[in-house]
């Protein structure tokens, strides 16, 4: 079974620009949540999405943005690009949002580096 | 304050030993609390998780909360090499939302 698949494993982008990171769920999977892990921290929370809508927002800045789409599957947009936002983006899935339908699954991340 | 703070280490054992890694939290809400284990340049992946108090076993590991004193604890007993990761706790903020703590590093030596 293919577990939850993030595109691309990495890249480099110059300050100012903006990146578009992709994740696809595990098939089955309504929800889908994007956390950053700076090099020697724990998974921040950025977004949730469940049944295309927003469901939760962590406290980042309106340079990063997402949705999610009819099949699942979700992008996480950043603008003007920042020294700062280099690091590993994950996605996790999850059958829904109550319960234990919560158990979230983790991507192995995009490598996200600013220079 | 932190809503999960964790010991960074790092953490080096000798093989065969019992680990303890440990978390406290401050927000008593969503009694709910996971471990996950992080390989080097890979996604977290989810080893254990645990509602409201009490422990929870399985294999090698066992999952402790101990709602009084606000602390969550992971043992590893008769560790492996294998078991060189970082490993992150977390408490359930709502949804799949988690707050996780900042991952102790752990070296088991053969």
């Known amino acids: 079974d293919a577990g939850v698949t993030q595109s691309p494993t990495h890249l480099i982008k110059t300050r100012g620009q903006h990146v578009t990171l992709r994740c696809s769920p595990i098939s089955g999977h309504k929800s889908v949540s994007w956390y950053q892990q700076v090099l020697g921290q724990g998974p921040q929370f950025i977004f949730q999405y469940y049944e295309k809508e927003e469901r939760g927002r962590g406290n980042f800045p309106d340079r990063f943005s997402a949705r999610q789409f009819p099949n699942y599957s979700s992008e996480l947009n950043v603008n003007a690009l920042l020294l700062g936002d280099s690091a590993l983006y994950l996605c996790a899935s999850s059958l829904g949002v109550a319960g234990s339908n919560t158990e979230a699954f983790f991507g192995q991340g995009t490598r996200l580096t600013v220079v | 304050q932190k809503e999960v703070e964790q010991d960074p280490g790092p953490l080096s054992v000798p093989e065969g030993a019992i680990v303890s890694l440990n978390c406290t939290y401050s927000n008593s809400a969503f009694q709910y609390f996971m471990w996950y284990r992080q390989y080097s340049r890979k996604g977290p992946e989810l080893l254990m998780y645990?509602?409201?108090?009490g422990n929870k076993e399985d294999g090698r590991f066992t999952a402790q909360v101990d709602k009084s004193s606000k602390y969550i604890s992971l043992f590893i007993r008769d560790s492996q090499p294998s078991d060189s990761a970082t490993y992150l706790c977390?408490?359930?903020?709502?949804?799949?939302?988690?707050?996780f703590g900042t991952g102790t590093s752990l070296t088991v030596i053969p």
């Open positions: 645990t509602y409201s108090s």
């Open positions: 977390a408490r359930k903020r709502g949804g799949n939302q988690f707050y």
